[in-house]
């Protein structure tokens, strides 16, 4: 029998659910729905959504205090940031890059630390 097969959703709270959509709709273009998410289909054969538990004590998501962080997927994480940026955004100013792709990371206004994923290409891609 298969238990958990992979992410259903990634739910959060928030002190000002409205103003806090609307930061993610505008600067990261999630389509927010009147029902107040979203839902992302995959579009890539090869693509998995990770999941895992740390230890309390890690400084993982620092400098947030939230005891999550959520890892979005993006084409161009590069141009992201800098978008970001001119739109006065809490950027990290360090990014990654490695065998498992790119990364960076924003702040969104109620101090929780959102990861960003450019994935490496498919092979054949």
């Known amino acids: 029998m298969k238990r958990v097969v992979g992410i259903g959703g990634i739910f959060m709270k928030a002190r000002n659910p409205e ?8 600067h990261l273009g999630i389509d ?9 289909p995959w579009n890539r054969p090869d693509g998995v959504t990770a999941w ?3 230890p309390d004590s890690s400084d993982c998501f620092a400098p947030s ?3 999550f962080m959520v890892n979005y997927v993006v084409e161009d994480l590069h141009a992201l940031l800098e978008a970001l ?8 100013a360090k990014s990654e890059e490695s065998e498992f792709g790119k990364f960076g990371w924003v ?4 101090g929780n630390r959102i990861e960003l994923w450019q994935p490496p290409e498919s092979p054949g891609s």
């Open 107 to 110: 702040m969104d206004p109620e």
């Open 19 to 26: 103003a806090l959509r609307a930061w993610y709709q505008r």
């Open 65 to 67: 205090r939230a005891p």
């Open 32 to 40: 927010v729905q009147d029902w107040g998410g979203t839902a992302f």
């Open 52 to 54: 895992s538990i740390s």
């Open 85 to 92: 940026r001119s739109e006065g955004c809490d950027v990290d």
